[in-house]
């Protein structure tokens, strides 16, 4: 700007001197703009030295909570270290830490949970030790996506959930199997639970198929139920054995049933349209005398401005709950039957089943719910002893299956709540209730019963959970939680901390108890690639 103007004086100037009498006037004007524009440019500096003093920011961006979120917007994103070779990526977890139950039982070696994170039956004594899988299973998994056509893909996955204390892969109902002959020692019992990782090379997926952007994706082979990923997707805590109700029990996410949380022989097909999302799955059985049957689940959900909604709705025919064998079962299965992988007692029902999960994502804050409702009915098909089920296992001889259990159905209903906050990136803190409850399903001297005298009387379990989890670094958080959980009634029939003896009787109606309590914080690492 300043050479502009000395050269609109020089050019004045220079034109001046064909007027001699005005040459002096014209000096002194180029004089006056010189001045002036040397002014300008004194107050131009002035100007951009105070905009680089005082920075220009909303005030609501000063707030502290507000801060981390800015700068992670702003931040240059981290770089992809998957492992990964032409598509085919190999992924995992690990989860270990340690743990205070005040009321517990000894640590499972089979059990993908390995210890009762929830009040459960053979609770009694307090326990402190190990505490693996916590705040999620651990795992070990090959997944793989190529391009074989335009802008079609093969997919494939192959998972499996291990016991990172010991090295074995997760077997629930081995762990069920462990505890054969103890129904009248349960102070003898360790911690298990039925569950669909029966210790299979690839428990918790082993599926290929096609996938499109436009027209969707189809699997088949060994997956998860749609009743499961709802679960997975809309619980707070999603994944904790030690922390969620509803991921310990694994019922929840099977329909009912446990066993039926990944489904063989299925198939699955899913696709999107704008922002709808659309799923079908079903499992075919292997047939004969074999469990689980048939099944058939359905989602209908959707996404809008952070809100999201999934509705799924299924049945599942002789699903099965495994059930340790008494002495008299266990000595009649070993001289009648095949062993297979192991003999198991088993509970036998055809299920229905409704849930709805849902959940907002506003700024720092993530809140979660969900319900579901499960039908329980005698089974149309009946198994008998010697049944094959999940993973090679076997079902007892006489007496160890029943299904008979349901001539009224149970009316099983769960309702659930949670809110993530995270306080920095790197730092969450997650509280969570949930609340389950059944009708009194039972049947002659014990109809209508609200007590604890039978599994069949009306009952609840409610659970509470805080937990705090700090990303510290690049794959690696530290955690540390607490789960209070309390079973009531029916669904505290026989417990050691209600009305139930070692001797696995009940007590008189009169004594005892007719609820039980437990808590286990726990703090862990977990390392995620």
């Not at 003093?53 to 931040?75: E, F, G, R």
């Not at 060994?222 to 009743?227: G, N």
């Not at 070993?334 to 036998?348: C, D, E, Q, Y």
Request: proline fraction near 4%; charge should be negative; charged fraction near 15%.
């Amino acid at each position: 700007m300043k050479r502009t103007f000395i050269s609109a004086a020089a050019i004045l100037a220079f034109a001046a001197s064909a007027h001699a009498d005005d040459l002096s006037d014209i000096q002194a004007q180029t004089k006056q703009l010189t001045k002036r524009l040397a002014d300008l440019e004194k107050k131009q500096k002035t100007l951009e030295a105070e905009k680089a003093a005082v920075p220009t920011i909303n005030p609501v961006d000063a707030m502290a909570a507000d801060l981390p979120y800015k700068a992670a917007v702003k931040a240059r994103p981290p770089e992809n270290d998957d492992i990964c070779i032409k598509g085919i990526c190999v992924y995992g977890n690990f989860d270990m830490g340690v743990t205070y139950q005040n009321h517990g039982a000894p640590l499972s070696a089979l059990a993908g949970a390995p210890l009762d994170y929830l009040v459960s039956k053979n609770s009694a004594g307090s326990y402190f030790g190990v505490g693996a899988n916590q705040m999620s299973n651990s795992f070990i998994g090959l997944r793989g996506k190529q391009e074989i056509a335009d802008n079609l893909y093969a997919v494939f996955n192959l998972q499996t959930l291990f016991n990172v204390e010991n090295g074995t892969n997760a077997n629930g109902p081995g762990s069920v199997a462990q505890n054969n002959g103890l129904t009248t020692n349960l102070l003898a019992q360790n911690s298990f639970g039925d569950s669909s990782k029966a210790g299979q090379m690839f428990n918790n997926a082993a599926y290929f198929g096609v996938s499109s952007p436009t027209y969707g994706t189809l699997t088949i082979g060994r997956q998860s139920a749609l009743t499961s990923d709802l679960i997975v997707n809309y619980d707070a805590l999603s994944g904790s054995n030690a922390f969620s109700l509803i991921t310990f029990q694994g019922a929840n996410g099977g329909g009912g049933d446990t066993e039926n949380r990944i489904l063989d022989n299925s198939f699955e097909y899913r696709v999107n349209v704008g922002p709808v999302r659309l799923a079908g799955e079903i499992q075919a059985r292997n047939g004969g005398n074999s469990a689980p049957g048939n099944a058939f689940e359905g989602d209908i959900g959707v996404d809008y401005m952070g809100f999201s909604i999934d509705f799924v709705g299924g049945k599942i025919y002789d699903a099965v709950s495994a059930a340790v064998l008494s002495p008299a079962q266990l000595a009649a299965s070993v001289t009648t039957l095949s062993a297979g992988n192991g003999v198991i007692g088993a509970t036998v029902s055809d299920n229905t089943v409704f849930s709805v999960g849902a959940k907002y994502i506003i700024g720092p804050w993530k809140l979660f719910g969900g319900y579901e409702h499960i039908d329980f009915a005698n089974p149309n098909n009946p198994l008998n002893p010697g049944a094959f089920t999940t993973g090679g296992f076997i079902l007892g001889a006489a007496g160890a299956i029943n299904n008979t259990n349901f001539t009224n159905d149970k009316i099983l209903q769960t309702a659930w709540i949670g809110v993530k906050y995270s306080i920095t990136p790197a730092l969450d803190i997650t509280g969570a209730y949930y609340h389950e409850w059944q009708n009194s399903f039972a049947t002659g001297v014990n109809a209508g019963c609200t007590d604890a005298r039978a599994t069949q009387c009306s009952g609840s379990i409610d659970a509470v959970s805080l937990v705090v989890d700090w990303r510290f670094a690049r794959h690696m958080d530290m955690y540390a939680g607490v789960m209070w959980s309390q079973a009531q009634n029916g669904l505290a029939s026989g417990f050691l901390l209600a009305n139930g003896t070692a001797a696995g009787t009940t007590l008189p109606a009169g004594q005892g108890s007719n609820k039980a309590s437990s808590y286990d914080p726990g703090i862990g690492l977990r390392y995620q690639f």
